[in-house]
């Protein structure tokens, strides 16, 4: 049976292993990088010899992040403790998460996700916390490794992508206070920022163009789509489509905002976003997915057109 951990249980975890196997999950967003990195770089400093590893494509957005070439797919080999980051499903993980390969090692899940399934052997998840970073961050303080810059960095640009630089409704005081003293260890938010936020391809460009030209307003959800096609028109591949969910949400008449990527898999990468008020995290959870209130989504079976119309008969209940 599944256990769920005391923090201080969680931590104590890191304390005698030297050898740790971390895995970031697949279609990897800012929190999950920052937080497997930051992690990863905090548990080297006191003489951990750490295998982090992501079965999916990491943007090139955050190759700013020192170590990011360093997720690979990997599975566990010797480690003596596996550790699964800012999931809420064992099926985040791709072939990293293999209860034939566990044994008798402990298996933390550490996640904030109030979607968390409880998937691993053992679970610790907060789910009151703005970002996974947040987590980490008090692990690192609790383990009484010195933070630097480097995973300072690394754990704010987990908070920053996560809170969407601090406007997201579970920004909470203790979220400030972290970015503080991160910030203080040498950390930057204009670097975080200009990196993430403000910079992308001109084929990215072009194909936002025409996806948000076809955005389509249903009372107030507002939907787009990119289909396979888009992408290879445009010459983008992989995550190529990257932070326009939030762009979507900022028209004005939409409470609601979803946007539908069809995946080489023919799979539907469903991400979702919410106004204050809307909460798009149970119709996640419905269609086998994940996240929170104004932040969630799913990955569906194709093709396009009916996984949008089963995602949009979800949301009409929502509003």
Request: aromatic content about 6%; some cysteine; overall charge negative.
């Given at each position: 049976?599944?256990?769920?951990?005391?923090?201080?249980?969680a931590?104590?975890?890191?304390?005698?292993?030297?050898?740790?196997?971390?895995?970031a999950h697949?279609?990897?967003?800012?929190?999950?990088?920052?937080?497997?990195?930051?992690l990863?770089?905090?548990?080297?400093?006191i003489?951990?010899?750490?295998?982090?590893?992501?079965?999916?494509?990491?943007?090139?957005?955050?190759?700013?992040?020192?170590?990011?070439?360093e997720?690979?797919?990997?599975?566990?080999?010797?480690?003596?403790?596996l550790?699964f980051?800012?999931?809420?499903?064992?099926?985040?993980y791709?072939?990293?998460?293999?209860?034939?390969?566990?044994?008798?090692?402990?298996?933390l899940?550490?996640?904030?996700?109030?979607t968390?399934?409880?998937?691993?052997?053992?679970?610790?998840?907060d789910?009151?916390?703005?970002?996974?970073?947040?987590?980490?961050f008090?692990?690192?303080?609790?383990l009484?490794?010195?933070?630097?810059?480097?995973i300072a960095?690394?754990?704010?640009?987990g908070?920053?992508?996560?809170?969407?630089?601090?406007?997201t409704?579970?920004?909470s005081?203790?979220t400030?206070?972290?970015?503080?003293?991160?910030?203080e260890?040498?950390?930057?938010?204009?670097?975080?920022?200009?990196?993430?936020?403000?910079?992308?391809?001109?084929?990215?460009?072009?194909?936002?163009?025409?996806?948000f030209?076809?955005a389509?307003l249903?009372?107030?959800?507002?939907?787009?789509?990119?289909?396979?096609k888009?992408?290879?028109?445009?010459?983008?591949?992989?995550?190529?489509?990257?932070?326009?969910?939030?762009?979507?949400?900022g028209?004005?008449?939409?409470?609601?905002a979803?946007?539908?990527?069809?995946?080489?898999?023919?799979?539907?990468?469903v991400?979702m976003?919410?106004?204050?008020?809307?909460?798009?995290?149970?119709?996640?959870?419905?269609?086998?997915?994940?996240?929170h209130?104004?932040?969630?989504?799913?990955?569906?079976?194709?093709?396009?057109?009916?996984?949008?119309?089963?995602?949009?008969?979800?949301?009409?209940?929502?509003?």
């Amino acid at each position: 049976m599944n256990q769920t951990l005391t923090f201080d249980q969680a931590v104590n975890l890191f304390k005698e292993p030297h050898r740790i196997f971390i895995a970031a999950h697949i279609m990897p967003d800012g929190d999950c990088i920052g937080s497997a990195l930051g992690l990863t770089w905090a548990l080297r400093k006191i003489g951990k010899t750490v295998t982090v590893t992501c079965h999916d494509h990491v943007s090139e957005s955050f190759a700013f992040l020192p170590g990011l070439k360093e997720l690979s797919a990997q599975v566990p080999t010797d480690e003596e403790l596996l550790v699964f980051v800012d999931g809420s499903s064992a099926d985040r993980y791709g072939a990293a998460f293999d209860p034939k390969l566990f044994g008798a090692r402990p298996v933390l899940a550490i996640d904030h996700h109030a979607t968390n399934e409880n998937f691993a052997p053992l679970n610790f998840v907060d789910a009151t916390r703005g970002s996974c970073a947040e987590i980490i961050f008090r692990f690192v303080r609790a383990l009484d490794i010195p933070l630097d810059a480097t995973i300072a960095q690394c754990l704010l640009t987990g908070i920053i992508t996560d809170t969407l630089g601090f406007r997201t409704s579970n920004t909470s005081p203790d979220t400030l206070r972290i970015a503080s003293a991160l910030i203080e260890a040498g950390a930057t938010i204009g670097g975080v920022v200009e990196q993430v936020f403000n910079q992308y391809s001109l084929p990215s460009l072009r194909l936002r163009g025409k996806v948000f030209s076809a955005a389509q307003l249903d009372g107030n959800i507002l939907w787009a789509e990119v289909s396979q096609k888009d992408l290879r028109d445009f010459g983008i591949t992989n995550n190529g489509a990257g932070g326009m969910i939030n762009a979507l949400l900022g028209v004005d008449a939409a409470q609601i905002a979803a946007l539908f990527t069809e995946k080489e898999s023919g799979k539907i990468d469903v991400s979702m976003r919410a106004r204050p008020g809307y909460d798009v995290s149970g119709v996640a959870a419905r269609l086998g997915g994940g996240g929170h209130k104004q932040a969630a989504g799913a990955l569906l079976d194709g093709p396009l057109t009916s996984a949008r119309e089963r995602v949009l008969a979800e949301l009409r209940k929502v509003v």
